[in-house]
């Protein structure tokens, strides 16, 4: 389903003079920052491009840009008479007469393609409109059936170059959804286009977990009634049962490395942290208290895992380091919280709270300070996880009735459903970046 | 009647016993065993007759027994619902003379009432040994997934923990988790 397209990325060095220091553009660990905005002119369809191909291309980089959360996007339907007509990509000189425009950045780009109909080519320039500058310049060319992507490199450019650190456009998040008495697992991209529904077997599938290298997914499923692990490919296919001890196999959490999985297992008569190897084989039990344990989820470095508890009489977060030693509490407030999702980022940890009867996402030092609610007045909002580049978190919510998966910034905002599905949906697992 | 043959009994004893007293003695000698043999046989007709009778008793009670068996048996297949599940292996049934237990919210200690339910439904399950009983510990979607699971898990240990099988906690929606079986059966 994922080809790795030969992708041509070549640098477009121009007469544009480059700036030799960074002007700070956005600083997005702000717990509040102003959208930069940016202007989108039309983009210009090179020879005979069909126009609908750039109008499609416009509009999923638009939307990229939206969800994003950093821009403000002027959308070329809403420029000036005088400019609404420019395609393309300006010259250096020209610079000027988008100022009237309001924006601080200028996006511009064109599609090209092939007489053969069948290799694309998208060729884009970024401007810094307040200090007369071009930032960028790149050219893709790749396979026509790898527009959405292609259009998603540009984006992901653009937040490099605006924000310090490359977009997450081109990830998908698996995640369950309630289709009578069964649940399903299925796959969207990030911007929810492409939904695929992934297991197909009318059995209740559980907690998926993405594999680092981003090719399986593993999951808890009772196709034999017992709730056991198993993996699939992303097309569905190569089902494989990866461990069946008697009792639970569920809430896989993948290590850094691929080679370990962490989850819970009930084979000594109650729900314990144990880890598995690449094979299945080897349980380790890791937790050794009277509690339930419960919802491992490893650290970046891979040393440490966090995990529910209610060893203390009702469920917390609690770390411990990956061979069961050194555990600590994290969270102190409430007395029901779940569902821990450690940032790629290391410093913490997102998780769900029930505070008078209303369960929200939170995020935590991973010393246990520094408590921050996201979520509030919206319902029920469970089961976050981070995207790859740990600024975005993405969750379930039934804040429109039924329960739909929903992303936003790490600090809280911009919080928008994933699909335009009617919902039951739920645990959703972020994938890598697919280049 | 016993007593009273076994008084004759005697009473011929002694006369035979007196009678032996006398120099005469063949024809004295012989009288008590021929009433010993008459009476002995008296006795072993009635003993027959009443192990008969309390043979023929105990048939019927067996039949009568067997027939209550049955009858036990065919209100409880009557009572059995399949449980349609097409995503998990394997035929299920629910009864509805088993009863559920539930707990408290968060908890997995049996309640105090529960005890008795329980044991009522050991008592009726212990007259099919032959059957495969599957435990299941349920919880609501108040709580999150996975620690329902891990919950879920030791509710139904919970109740398995007291030897005796049975359904646990309904569950509101249908996030129905399902436990390992606990065997029963003999073969």
């Known amino acids: ?435 | 009647m016993v007593k009273k043959s076994l008084g004759l009994f005697i009473l011929i004893l002694s006369i035979g016993l007196i009678m032996m007293g006398c120099p005469k003695k063949t024809v004295v000698k012989e009288e008590p065993s021929v009433a010993k043999s008459e009476e002995a046989r008296r006795l072993e007709a009635e003993r027959a007759e009443k192990e008969a009778k309390e043979a023929k008793e105990r048939e019927l009670a067996k039949i009568r027994e067997e027939e209550a068996k049955k009858a036990q048996e065919k209100e409880f297949e009557r009572s059995l619902v399949a449980k349609k599940t097409p995503g998990i292996e394997g035929e299920v049934f629910e009864s509805s003379l088993l009863k559920d237990i539930h707990f408290d919210f968060d908890k997995y200690d049996i309640r105090p009432g529960d005890a008795e339910i329980l044991k009522e439904n050991a008592a009726l399950l212990s007259k099919f040994p032959k059957i495969k009983i599957q435990v299941e510990g349920h919880c609501d979607e108040r709580g999150t997934v996975e620690y329902n699971l891990a919950l879920g898990e030791r509710r139904a240990n919970s109740a398995e923990a007291s030897h005796l099988p049975r359904h646990c906690c309904r569950s509101h929606l249908h996030d129905q988790l399902w436990k390992r079986e606990a065997f029963r059966s003999g073969s």
């Open chain 1, 1 to 435: 389903m994922l080809k790795h397209f030969a992708l041509l990325v070549s640098f477009l060095f121009s007469v544009f003079i480059p700036s030799a220091e960074a002007r700070v553009y956005l600083d997005i660990d702000q717990p509040a920052f102003v959208q930069i905005p940016i202007v989108v002119p039309k983009w210009k369809s090179v020879d005979k491009t069909p126009s609908a191909l750039s109008e499609k291309a416009y509009e999923i980089l638009a939307n990229d840009l939206t969800l994003s959360g950093f821009f403000k996007v002027i959308d070329y339907h809403r420029l000036p008479i005088s400019l609404r007509d420019k395609e393309g990509i300006p010259a250096g000189a020209l610079l000027q007469e988008w100022m009237p425009a309001g924006g601080e950045i200028l996006l511009a780009g064109e599609t090209s393609l092939d007489p053969n109909g069948l290799t694309l080519r998208l060729r884009f320039h970024l401007f810094d409109l307040v200090e007369q500058k071009h930032l960028v310049g790149k050219q893709y060319e790749g396979h026509l059936q790898n527009l959405r992507n292609m259009v998603h490199r540009v984006t992901d450019e653009v937040a490099l170059q605006i924000t310090g650190e490359k977009g997450v456009n081109n990830t998908k998040i698996a995640y369950t959804v309630l289709q009578g008495e069964s649940k399903e697992i299925f796959v969207s991209d990030f911007d929810g286009a492409n939904v695929r529904q992934i297991t197909q077997n009318r059995s209740i599938n559980l907690s998926p977990a993405w594999a680092p290298d981003g090719k399986k997914i593993a999951f808890t499923s009772y196709l034999k009634r017992n709730p056991d692990l198993y993996l699939i490919d992303l097309d569905g296919k190569n089902l494989s049962r990866f461990s069946h001890y008697p009792g639970l196999n569920a809430s896989p959490s993948w290590s850094p490395d691929g080679k370990q999985i962490a989850l819970m297992m009930g084979m000594e008569g109650k729900s314990d942290i144990f880890l598995i190897d690449g094979n299945g084989g080897n349980p380790k039990k890791l937790t050794k208290s009277h509690g339930n344990e419960a919802s491992p989820s490893w650290s970046p470095d891979g040393k440490e895992i966090a995990f529910v508890s209610d060893r203390s009489g009702s469920p917390q977060i609690y770390v411990m380091a990956a061979d069961g030693s050194d555990v600590r509490r994290v969270t102190y407030e409430a007395n029901y919280n779940t569902n821990p999702s450690w940032s790629p980022k290391g410093d913490r940890i997102a998780f769900c709270g029930r505070v008078g009867g209303r369960f929200n996402i939170y995020t935590i030092g991973i010393d246990g300070t520094g408590l921050q609610r996201l979520t509030s007045d919206s319902g029920n909002n469970e089961s976050p996880c981070w995207s790859p580049d740990g600024r975005y978190i993405a969750f379930s919510s039934n804040r429109t009735g039924r329960s739909k998966i929903f992303i936003m910034n790490v600090n809280g905002l911009n919080q928008r459903p994933l699909t335009e599905s009617k919902g039951d949906e739920s645990s959703p697992s972020w994938s890598r970046r697919f280049e």
